[in-house]
């Protein structure tokens, strides 16, 4: 064997082993190796053996935000395989179990069916205990398969209310889908700070009906005068369950505002 041929022979085996070791590194089978993920919607796809194994991920929750995680069932059967979200901890795998989600699999559009094949969603229900940080969950299946998995931002955002010169501004909330759900409206100034953070609705029975809408403005809300900003709106519903239709009126002047989430401003 020649010097040169013998120098390529031990850099690809190097080349081999490094690369073996950095896919033992990768596996995400326990919590400690969970995958990052952006919580964009961007789908993760993966497989799970069968014998009861896990493959975990983690996403930054951010304060003032709402999260949807939602799982999908890529094998057949389904019945035999329906994917869902497993164990999960806020902050750090050593964090006792997190119990802050809500079960959203039935919400329109369902992630399963009446015989429970499918997927799975869960929402992160604001606020949340061991929150804002990290939130490490797995994904788990009955005996094995593949599956694809996102994390995807609820947050509504708002560039404009006011309440300068006389102005009010008004907000119809609606929501979508087939179960009741709430959510926290935060407005914040030109600086950036809050001027006023409150749950919709703000009374008994606490939630917006299926289907139903709530209404309420700056002057209900108690919000003092000359004032403007940015708002958010953060709920506990899966991805589309909110709609908000804004607007700031002064006289006779109504002047619409967008309130989307990130992925409509896209």
């Not at 995958?35 to 930054?60: C, M, Q, Y």
């Not at 057949?76 to 869902?84: F, K, L, M, W």
């Not at 759900?181 to 008994?204: C, H, M, Q, Y």
């Not at 900003?229 to 991805?239: E, K, Q």
């Amino acid at each position: 064997m020649t010097s040169k041929t013998a120098v390529g022979l031990v850099a690809f085996t190097a080349c081999l082993a490094l690369s073996g070791a950095r896919s033992a590194g990768a596996d995400n089978t326990s919590c400690e190796n969970a995958i990052l993920i952006v919580p964009d919607g961007s789908a993760h796809a993966g497989t799970i053996n069968a014998g009861g194994e896990r493959r975990w991920f983690k996403f930054v929750n951010k304060a003032n935000r709402s999260y949807s995680v939602e799982i999908e069932n890529l094998s057949a059967p389904d019945v035999a395989s329906e994917a869902n979200m497993g164990d999960s901890h806020a902050g750090s795998c050593a964090a006792v179990q997190f119990g802050g989600t809500i079960p959203r699999s039935f919400a329109e559009p369902a992630t399963k069916d009446a015989a429970f094949a499918g997927g799975d969603r869960e929402v992160i229900q604001p606020p949340s205990p061991g929150l804002p940080g990290d939130l490490f969950f797995s994904v788990s299946q009955n005996v094995g398969g593949e599956f694809r998995v996102r994390v995807e931002e609820t947050t509504l955002y708002s560039p404009g209310w006011s309440t300068r010169l006389g102005a009010v501004t008004y907000w119809a909330i609606q929501n979508t889908i087939n179960e009741p759900l709430f959510g926290t409206l935060v407005l914040f100034n030109a600086a950036g700070s809050i001027v006023l953070k409150v749950d919709l609705p703000p009374t008994a029975p606490f939630n917006i009906p299926a289907g139903g809408s709530y209404t309420t403005d700056t002057q209900s809300l108690g919000v003092a005068a000359n004032q403007s900003g940015s708002a958010v709106f953060f709920h506990n519903g899966p991805p589309g369950a909110v709609q908000i239709q804004a607007e700031v009126r002064r006289q006779q002047v109504i002047e619409p505002v967008s309130f989307q989430t990130k992925s409509q401003i896209r």
